[in-house]
Nanobody, 128 residues
Framework: QVQLVESGGGLVQSGGSLRLSCAAS????????IGWFRQAPGKEREGIACIKTSDSSTYYKDSVKGRFAVSWDRVLNTVYLQMNNLNPEAPALYYC?????????????????????WGQGTQVTVSS
């Protein structure tokens, strides 16, 4: 069964860090692009980071550049999102998803139209 499972979410203080994991099973992440998205209550889902495993090229939304880092472990077949200096905009349900080819960035925004397999999400909460 092809699936993605996110983990690592939780409650963190403002300014703190979390590392999210996206573990794939039933297929290998090699040659896919894996995107991270988040959706806060009442807001649209937004793409925040993406990695293309074939060349490890990455994309970051401007608001997370310098604070978030996406990476992947070929052996563990897992993608990570290291999130540092979390701020009040961070609380949301965080998802990972796969695109068969690339990180589809349009006008500087990571679009989700080609991402076919999605995880169930992991909740991130930030306390002040």
């Amino acid at each position: 069964q092809v699936q993605l499972v996110e983990s690592g979410g939780g409650l963190v203080q403002s300014g703190g860090s979390l590392r999210l994991s996206c573990a794939a099973s039933g297929f290998t992440l090699s040659y896919y692009a894996i995107g991270w998205f988040r959706q806060a209550p009442g807001k649209e889902r937004e793409g925040i980071a993406c990695i293309k495993t074939s060349d490890s090229s990455t994309y970051y939304k401007d608001s997370v550049k310098g604070r978030f880092a996406v990476s992947w472990d070929r052996v563990l077949n897992t993608v990570y999102l290291q999130m540092n200096n979390l701020n009040p905009e961070a609380p949301a349900l965080y998802y990972c998803a796969t695109d068969p080819d690339r990180c589809p960035v349009v006008d500087g925004t990571l679009e989700d139209f080609d991402f076919g397999t999605w995880g169930q999400g992991t909740q991130v909460t930030v306390s002040s």
